[in-house]
């Protein structure tokens, strides 16, 4: 994630600022516009409404209204904006969430805010990559449920469409629990999400994309029995084998469907470092067979892209640093993967799928309701983690408590 500046003092600010630690501006983040901005109240339009400050603090009357998203005046859960001429009250990431735990629950809401934050990350990415829902475009809808006592335990995965999140996993003791128990070297709430929308995304550009036969002969026939092959993985252990030489992951040799979110959530990861890292202007040295060469790294979203060979030259270097950093500090390494053989294929096939896709203009709405179904419709859904059968998907303007 990049950083940005306050457009009234010029200060560093972040993707999660709500104000300026310089001037003590309002900020809010533009979907819209992809950029975190510094925003003055508009009395004079309406009330409620904000107006994004000129250059180094000069009011620009002629400026597009915006109002904040209802879960910041509600909850202080959201720093995105919604332009004032849309119906929604809520943001473009915010209105994805059709479910919420008990909010009444103190450890519900702390849990809730941490994951739309990290859900506010994955829809930036996604709309950097020209992926993000929009008219004509669906994204994915999320449910975030809390384990009852007595009651089923929640599964995170993907079907139809939905992602289901379990909020424990916003937990941190939790999490590391799970990861020791299962034997992952990396888990994490946006590394969640990033997986689930890799399903989710399998479905739209996979295939409902006519890409079925070059998929398979890259990640294997994902028509075998998904549940039993989870259970030979699991019954295996998570980490045994030679996955390494193959997938980026353990879990990836589990099924082709999970080789798909793994690398396609390996790839997110590998653009948001690349973008940081760019943001910062770090300058890294890598080894070519002509000697070492000194480059700056790459944004990701620049105008031309940069290819995918040399976005993976600029990675390995910069992982290398990033671990050494964390080790300064006595942490375990940052980016706790080795790419090699086959998962580079693997993640140049979701590059090239990914780059393909963004230069396909969002069906209008109209044309997608009467276009006739794909013809690979009728393939099964994925992955096959049920969500719970007794979460129904709310409207969103109320927001149902599940549990
Ligand atoms: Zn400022
Ligand atoms: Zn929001
Ligand atoms: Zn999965």
Not at 336 to 361: C, Q, T
Not at 390 to 399: H, V
Request: some cysteine; glycine content about 8%.
């Amino acid at each position: 994630m990049r950083v940005f500046n306050c457009d009234h003092c010029g200060h560093l600010v972040f993707f999660d600022s709500v104000q300026c630690v310089h001037c003590g501006s309002t900020l809010a983040f533009l979907p819209d516009a992809l950029t975190m901005a510094a925003l003055a109240p508009a009395p004079q339009d309406g009330a409620g409404l904000w107006r994004r400050m000129g250059g180094r603090g000069t009011a620009q009357y002629s400026g597009r209204l915006y109002r904040l998203c209802h879960n910041h005046t509600e909850h202080q859960a959201c720093n995105f904006a919604v332009p004032a001429n849309d119906y929604d009250e809520y943001c473009v990431s915010c209105r994805q969430t059709r479910v919420l735990p008990d909010l009444s629950e103190t450890a519900n809401r702390g849990r809730w805010m941490q994951i739309e934050a990290a859900k506010r990350r994955l829809f930036y990415t996604l709309a950097r990559l020209g992926l993000e829902p929009a008219p004509g475009r669906p994204g994915p809808i999320f449910e975030f449920l809390a384990d009852l006592p007595g009651g089923p335990s929640i599964l995170t995965g993907h079907r139809s469409g939905t992602i289901t999140l379990n909020v424990a996993e916003a937990d941190d003791d939790e999490r590391a629990r799970r990861r020791i128990a299962l034997g992952e070297p990396y888990r994490t709430l946006i590394g969640h999400l990033r997986h689930e929308s890799g399903h989710f995304y399998w479905d739209q550009l996979v295939r409902d994309g006519g890409r079925l036969e070059a998929f398979r002969s890259m990640f294997g026939d994902e028509s075998q029995d998904y549940t039993a092959a989870l259970d030979a993985h699991y019954a295996k252990g998570n980490d045994v084998g030679d996955w390494a030489e193959r997938h980026v992951s353990a879990y990836a040799a589990a099924h082709p469907w999970e080789d798909w979110a793994e690398t396609w959530a390996h790839y997110l990861h590998m653009i948001d470092l690349l973008e940081t890292s760019a943001s910062y202007r770090t300058e890294i040295t890598v080894p070519g067979i002509y000697g070492a060469q000194r480059s700056f790294a790459l944004d990701p979203f620049t105008k031309p892209a940069p290819d995918f060979d040399t976005m993976l030259l600029q990675l390995v270097p910069l992982t290398l640093l990033l671990n050494s950093l964390t080790r300064s500090l006595g942490q375990p390494d940052a980016y706790p993967f080795a790419l090699a053989g086959e998962a580079l294929d693997k993640l140049r096939f979701v590059h090239d799928m990914v780059r393909e896709a963004a230069n396909r203009p969002a069906v209008p709405a109209a044309a997608t309701a009467t276009a006739p179904l794909p013809k690979a419709a009728a393939a099964p859904e994925s992955p096959g983690v049920p969500a719970p059968a007794s979460a129904p998907i709310a409207k969103k303007s109320i927001k149902k408590i599940a549990n």
